[in-house]
C-alpha cells in the first residue's frame, strides 16, 4: 500500500513537473511574439514616420534595418529551437544603442531628422530592462541597486529624447535644405517639393532662415505665374526685413535652378542687381 502511494505522488509530481514546463514554455513563446510584435510596431513606425522628415532617407533605412531583423524572429519562429527570449533582448539593446547614436548624431548635429533617436531608445530601454529582470534573482543587493539606478537613468534619457525628438524638434534648417534639393531636382509640388519644404523652413527662435524661406516661395509662384500667392509671401518677406535679410548667393541659387527648370518662366523673376 506504502508503495501504492509513493508510485501515485511520484505520478502526480511528474505530471506537476510536465505541466510547470508547458507552462513556462507558453510564457517563453508568448514573450517571444509580444517583442517580434513590438519590434514590428517600431519598425512600421520608422518606415511611416520618414515620410514627415525633410530627409527620410535615414529613419527608411533604420525601420527597413529594424523590419528585416523581425521578419528574420519571425521565420525563426518556426524552427525547432527558436532564439530565445535573451536573443531578442540583446538583439533590441544593440540595435537600439546603434539607433541611438546615429540619431542623437541626426538630431542635434546635422538636425535633419528626429525620429530614430526616440524610437531607438524605446528598444534600448526594452532591451537592457528585459536583461536586467532574467538576471535580477542572481545578482547580489549591491548589484540589484545599481541595476535599479541604471533603469532610472535610462527612463530619464529615454523621457529627454522624446521631448527633444518628438515634442519639440524642430527642423527649419533641414526643411530650407530639403527644400533646395527638391528645387534642384525640379521638383516643386508635391509632399517633399519645394514649395512644401519652403513652407516648413522658418522658425521664431532661428528669425535669420524665416526671410530666405518666405523669398524662395515669393520666387517660386513668381515662376509659376500665381501672382496673389506670390504677393503673399512677399508681404512676409517685407515684415521681416526684405531681401537685405537674406544672402545674396540664397537669391542667385533660387534663381538659377529655376533658370534651368523652365528658362522661358524664369523670365517672370525679378532681375538680380548685379545683372543689371
Not at 519590434?39 to 518606415?47: D, Q, R, S
Not at 534595418?65 to 518556426?78: A, M
Request: glycine share 10%; hydrophobic share 50%; with cysteine.
Amino acid at each position: 500500500m506504502v508503495a501504492d502511494i509513493t508510485k501515485h505522488r511520484v505520478k502526480n509530481t511528474g505530471h506537476l513537473v510536465e505541466l510547470g514546463q508547458k507552462m513556462i514554455f507558453a510564457n517563453e513563446s508568448d514573450m517571444r511574439w509580444l517583442l517580434i510584435a513590438f519590434e514590428a510596431v517600431v519598425g512600421i513606425i520608422l518606415v511611416l514616420g520618414s515620410r514627415r522628415q525633410p530627409f527620410p532617407t535615414p529613419s527608411k533605412r533604420f525601420g527597413t534595418l529594424t523590419l528585416l531583423i523581425t521578419f528574420g524572429f519571425f521565420i525563426g519562429q518556426s524552427a525547432p529551437h527558436p532564439i530565445a527570449v535573451s536573443g531578442h533582448l540583446a538583439t533590441l539593446a544593440f540595435l537600439g544603442a546603434f539607433g541611438i547614436i546615429a540619431g542623437v548624431h541626426h538630431m542635434m548635429v546635422t538636425r535633419r531628422e528626429v525620429l530614430i533617436a526616440p524610437m531607438s531608445g524605446f528598444m534600448f530601454c526594452v532591451g537592457m530592462t528585459g536583461l536586467i529582470i532574467q538576471t535580477w534573482p542572481d545578482l547580489s543587493l549591491s548589484e540589484q541597486w545599481a541595476g535599479f539606478f541604471s533603469l532610472v537613468v535610462l527612463a530619464g534619457i529615454q523621457t529627454w529624447l522624446v521631448f527633444r525628438g518628438l515634442l519639440i524638434g524642430r527642423l527649419p534648417l533641414a526643411w530650407s535644405q530639403a527644400g533646395m534639393v527638391a528645387l534642384q531636382r525640379g521638383q516643386l509640388s508635391g509632399s517633399h517639393g519645394a514649395i512644401s519644404c519652403f513652407e516648413k523652413g522658418w522658425d521664431a527662435d532661428e528669425e535669420h532662415l524665416n526671410p530666405m524661406a518666405y523669398l524662395a516661395l515669393h520666387r517660386i509662384y513668381l515662376f509659376m505665374q500665381d501672382v496673389e500667392e506670390a504677393d503673399k509671401w512677399l508681404d512676409s518677406l517685407v515684415d521681416v526685413g526684405g531681401e537685405k535679410a537674406v544672402a545674396k548667393e540664397w537669391i542667385k541659387a533660387i534663381h538659377q535652378y529655376l533658370k534651368l527648370i523652365d528658362p522661358i518662366a524664369a523670365q517672370n523673376l525679378p532681375i538680380l542687381s548685379e545683372e543689371e
